[in-house]
T-cell receptor
Framework: AQSVAQPEDQVNVAEGNPLTVKCTYS??????LFWYVQYPNRGLQFLLK??????LVKGSYGFEAEFNKSQTSFHLKKPSALVSDSALYFC???????????FGTGTRLKVLA | KAGVTQTPRYLIKTRGQQVTLSCSPI?????VSWYQQTPGQGLQFLFE???????NKGNFPGRFSGRQFSNSRSEMNVSTLELGDSALYLC?????????????FGPGTRLTVL
């Protein structure tokens, strides 16, 4: 069965420190992987995606993610966190066979000043 | 370009009633997906419409239904509302070309069932 797991409900990091938000997936076929961010009372905003090619993907607001096929992971990273990065982050996978999008349960990122 | 719009933004209903939510996609977007977001469950996929046809469906009861019009606008309907239907309902649309796999989300409709 297709699934996406975000093992951490919340991640706390000090401003200026690097951050990582974890995501693992399980799908049939080749995965299309996405990260979205949600600010309070807003819809989701697209950050970045992996379709094919380089395993390191760069996205909006200085975020990047690394696709690791052997570990079926797609962790979101940023070298230096900002307080304004505090939000809810969702990992998603689109199954290339069914075209369905499957979202993780979300990870709340808190960047402390 | 205007973004994805959803109306209404907030709704309060009582158990047993029905509700209709609307989603207007970005101009040129033909695929519309609907999601239910709750604190404990994250985003749960309801269904996807493309060219007025349901292309995909999630695991929700038949009380949840949807449709898409020729201008790509979509509506979802929930009949016989239950307390557990209280959630943020999000729609997402996909471009016809360019980045076909990136979904663009509306701000959502917050439904409260009393």
């Amino acid at each position: 069965a297709q699934s996406v797991a975000q093992p951490e409900d919340q991640v706390n990091v000090a401003e200026g420190n690097p951050l990582t938000v974890k995501c693992t997936y399980s799908v049939s076929g080749n995965p299309y992987l996405f990260w979205y961010v949600q600010y309070p009372n807003r819809g989701l905003q697209f950050l970045l995606k992996y379709i094919t090619g380089d395993n390191l993907v760069k996205g909006s607001y200085g975020f990047e993610a690394e696709f690791n096929k052997s570990q079926t992971s797609f962790h979101l990273k940023k070298p230096s966190a900002l307080v304004s990065d505090s939000a809810l982050y969702f990992c998603a996978v689109r199954d290339s066979l069914t075209y369905k999008y499957i979202f993780g349960t979300g990870t709340r990122l808190k960047v402390l000043a | 370009k205007a973004g994805v719009t959803q109306t209404p933004r907030y709704l309060i209903k009582t158990r047993g009633q029905q509700v209709t939510l609307s989603c207007s996609p970005i101009s040129g977007h033909r695929s519309v997906s609907w999601y239910q977001q709750t604190p404990g469950q994250g985003l749960q996929f309801l269904f996807e419409y493309f060219s007025e046809t349901q292309r995909n469906k999630g695991n929700f009861p038949g009380r949840f239904s949807g449709r898409q019009f020729s201008n790509s606008r979509s509506e979802m309907n929930v009949s016989t509302l239950e307390l557990g239907d209280s959630a943020l309902y999000l729609c997402a649309t996909t471009p016809q070309s360019g980045s076909p796999d990136t979904q663009y989300f509306g701000p959502g409709t917050r439904l409260t069932v009393l």
